[in-house]
Each structure stands twice: as structure tokens, then as C-alpha cells.
């Protein structure tokens, strides 16, 4: 009896740990995409930054003993990798205080989201909430920022400035988690619905007050992504009508001069002299780093340094090429392999037994889909390496890929020892091979 009690407490005390680490990782989503210091005056003195590196932390250390150890996925050694590497480069970094605050402080809780989610989300409910919040934040900081309508130079920004107070930042950022928010949109019914078609209506009409041409692109290319997955995929051709009356609608609607600044991507306006002096400031910055990176092939010159080293203090509004240039040819090897894999992972997803029988699960492969490919091609308008933002994608995809595919596999007979890539690789095939059968 007295083995059996102590056995109850310990499974007690393991289901506890396992429910304090996600709603650690609830809370951090919040916080970090809701950025209420920048919405509620008077937060902005409180170190939100810190505490969200803090509940990340605590929800790895819980997460860590809330069970028994798993195995880590390819693409989250990818990402422990990025991290070891660019803690590797700090010593031959042009501003080693830099590189060692950047690794530190920014890319560390990225690689502790990435991680934190693959061991903590173990059921489909726990990934919908969570990505759940994560849309609901920046739609619902969407819908205040237009509301309240604070612009820089006639251009929407965040509620309080912060860390949307550049335009740019604002724009990319909403047009990355559109995408989810679409998913939720044909996911849910009745009032639900209504909801999120007009926070996705708003989001559009957000990115257009932003006059961000990087935002509009990534936007572009997240809609016909949209389109593809929920309307082919789908099989929906309504929503290509409702694509082609948007889409007017808001030709109609925009100012003329929006559409001149749309249009000085390809060609150039004379009439809009500080945007073209935007337009080939990007275009100096991102031909700088890809110059520092064939020039520093190995170690870079120290990751968020490009910002020291330009003389402009700007950024290169290119991840691949900004990380290749601060941390060399390796981390971006690992950069991109992450995002592989994360494609890897929902194409799998679509081809197990669990895809076809859970409509919660299709839709969040959807939707998770549409928005790794949105942010990977958004990412050449952005810098966003050192975001957690791409981290948390990543852990979605292997969470996704654990519940649907490893979590359902059928107990196999012990065999020979294999390597932990070959344990994990034979997951999905027993799967397919299920379902093929």
C-alpha cells in the first residue's frame, strides 16, 4: 500500500510540473506577442523582457522534471546547435559586449521556446490554446493600434510605440500571424467566426495604414498561400470570389499615393523621395551583408554587430543574410535547416492516420503551413533571427509532429540500439506505413 501511495504522489507531483510548464509557456506567448507594456500605460516600466525569460526558464526546468526524459527532434538540435555556434563566435565578435548580450538575452529564450514546446505540448488542445493566444494577441493589438490610429510620419505604428514604433517591424509582424488567425477563422463556427474574419479584415486594413512595401509583399504572399491551402486544399472556390471582391475592394479604397509606394518596388517614383531613398538604403544594407559574410565565412563579425559595423546603426532587413554575416556560413546552414525540417514535419502530419480523422489537427497543419512558408520568405524583408518568434513556429511544427505521429505509434518489440535519428526517423515511417496498409 505504502508503495502504491508513494507511486500516486509521485505521478501527482509529475502531472503538476507538466500543467506549471504550460501554463509557463501560456503566459510567455501572452506576454510576448500581446506586449501589453506597450498597450497598457505605465508597463512599460515594468521588465516585461525579463520576466518572459524568466517563465521561459521556469518552464524548461519543469518541463525537464515533470517525466521522463524524450528525445529531442532534428530541428530542436538545430536550434540548441544555432545557439552553441553563436555563443562560439562571441570571442571573435567586432563588439564582443554585443554578441554576448545578443546570444544571452535574445537568442537564448528563442532556443528555450523551441525547446519548451516540444517537450511541455503533448495533446492537440494544448497546441490550438496556445497558438490560440498567439493570434488573439496580435490581432487584438492590431485592432487597438488601427482604432486609436497613432502614426509616425502619416504611418500606423504600435499602441505605444515600443517595439513597433518602426512601422516596418509592425507590418511584418502582422502579416506573419494573419495566416494563423485565417486558420482559426475556417476552424471555428457562429459568432466565433464573425469575430475572427473582421480581427483578419482589420489586420489587412493595419498592414496597408503601415505604407510598408516589405509588410505588403509578405502579406501577398501569405494570401496566396491562404488561398492554396484553404481554398484548393480545402475545397473552397468561394473563398476565391471573396479574394477577388476583397482585393478590389481595397484597390477602390486605398489612397493613390499608397499605391505609388506599392508600385516604387519594381519601379521608381520621383514622388516619393524618402521612399526611394529607403529602397536603396535595404538595398546598400543587404549588399553589406552579404559582403561581411564572404568575408567572415566562419565566425561572422559577431551576431547583432552588423548594426555597429554598417555605420548606420540599421539593421539588414534580411535574416538569412544578416545571420550569415554575424555568425558565419554555419549558423545559417542551421538557420535554415530548422525551417526544412519544420516543413518536414507538417508534411508528414499530412500523410498519417491522425490527419484524416481530427479536423482540430488539419487545421492547425494548415495553418502552420501557410505561416512557416509566409515567414520564410517574410524573412527576407525582416531581421527576425534573433526573434522568438521563428522559434515558436518550429516548436509548433514538432509538437505537431509528436502528437500526430510519435505519440500514436503502436508499441514496437525492443530491437538492436540505433542511433536517436534513426529512432526518431522510424516514427513516421511505422506511421505511413499504417496508413498506407
Not at 527576425?384 to 505537431?400: I, W
Request: glycine share 8%; with cysteine.
Amino acid at each position: 500500500m505504502a508503495t502504491a501511495a508513494l507511486v500516486i504522489n509521485k505521478e501527482n507531483s509529475r502531472r503538476q510540473r507538466a500543467k506549471g510548464a504550460y501554463l509557463a509557456l501560456v503566459v510567455l506567448a501572452a506576454l510576448y506577442f500581446g506586449r501589453p507594456e506597450d498597450v497598457i500605460p505605465g508597463l512599460g516600466v515594468v521588465p516585461m523582457a525579463k520576466i518572459a525569460g524568466g517563465l521561459a526558464l521556469l518552464g524548461l526546468v519543469l518541463s525537464l522534471m515533470s517525466g521522463p526524459k524524450r528525445k529531442f527532434a532534428p530541428e530542436t538540435k538545430y536550434v540548441v546547435a544555432l545557439f552553441v555556434w553563436c555563443a562560439i563566435t562571441i570571442p571573435f565578435a567586432y563588439w564582443r559586449a554585443g554578441a554576448l548580450l545578443v546570444v544571452m538575452t535574445r537568442l537564448s529564450k528563442g532556443v528555450i521556446v523551441a525547446v519548451l514546446v516540444a517537450l511541455v505540448v503533448q495533446e492537440v488542445w494544448q497546441l490550438k490554446r496556445l497558438i490560440w493566444v498567439q493570434a488573439a494577441a496580435v490581432a487584438t493589438m492590431t485592432v487597438v493600434s488601427v482604432a486609436l490610429h497613432h502614426t509616425k510620419n502619416g504611418r500606423l505604428v504600435g499602441v505605444l510605440g515600443g517595439v513597433f514604433e518602426n512601422p516596418n517591424d509592425l507590418a511584418i509582424n502582422i502579416a506573419l500571424n494573419w495566416p494563423i488567425c485565417m486558420a482559426f477563422f475556417f476552424m471555428t463556427r457562429g459568432p466565433k467566426k464573425l469575430i475572427w474574419g473582421a480581427a483578419s479584415l482589420i489586420m489587412l486594413a493595419g498592414v496597408e495604414m503601415t505604407y510598408s512595401r516589405s509588410g505588403f509583399l509578405a502579406l501577398v504572399v501569405a494570401a496566396l498561400m491562404v488561398l492554396w491551402e484553404f481554398g484548393v486544399r480545402g475545397k473552397r472556390p468561394f473563398l476565391f470570389l471573396a479574394a477577388a471582391v476583397l482585393g478590389i475592394g481595397i484597390l477602390v479604397i486605398s489612397p493613390g499615393h499608397y499605391a505609388a509606394r506599392i508600385a516604387s518596388i519594381v519601379v521608381k517614383n520621383d514622388a516619393d523621395p524618402s521612399g526611394e531613398e529607403s529602397r536603396a538604403q535595404r538595398k546598400q544594407l543587404i549588399m553589406e551583408s552579404i559582403v561581411d559574410a564572404f568575408q567572415h565565412p566562419i565566425f561572422g563579425i559577431g551576431p547583432g554587430n552588423f548594426e555597429a559595423t554598417n555605420g548606420a546603426w540599421r539593421v539588414a532587413h534580411n535574416s538569412y543574410t544578416e545571420i550569415a554575416a554575424e555568425a558565419g556560413f554555419p549558423a545559417f546552414t542551421l538557420f535554415c535547416l530548422m525551417f526544412y525540417r519544420a516543413l518536414y514535419n507538417l508534411r508528414m502530419v499530412r500523410q498519417s492516420q491522425a490527419y484524416e480523422g481530427d479536423s482540430a489537427l488539419r487545421g492547425l497543419t494548415g495553418g502552420l503551413w501557410v505561416s512557416v512558408a509566409a515567414y520564410m520568405v517574410g524573412a527576407m524583408f525582416a531581421s527576425t533571427e534573433y526573434s522568438m518568434y521563428p522559434y515558436f513556429l518550429v516548436g509548433y511544427t514538432t509538437a505537431l509532429y509528436q502528437i500526430a505521429v510519435v505519440n500514436r505509434e503502436a508499441p514496437e518489440p525492443k530491437k538492436a540500439r540505433t542511433t536517436s535519428w534513426m529512432n526518431y526517423e522510424r516514427t513516421a515511417s511505422t506511421e505511413l506505413a499504417g496508413t498506407r496498409g
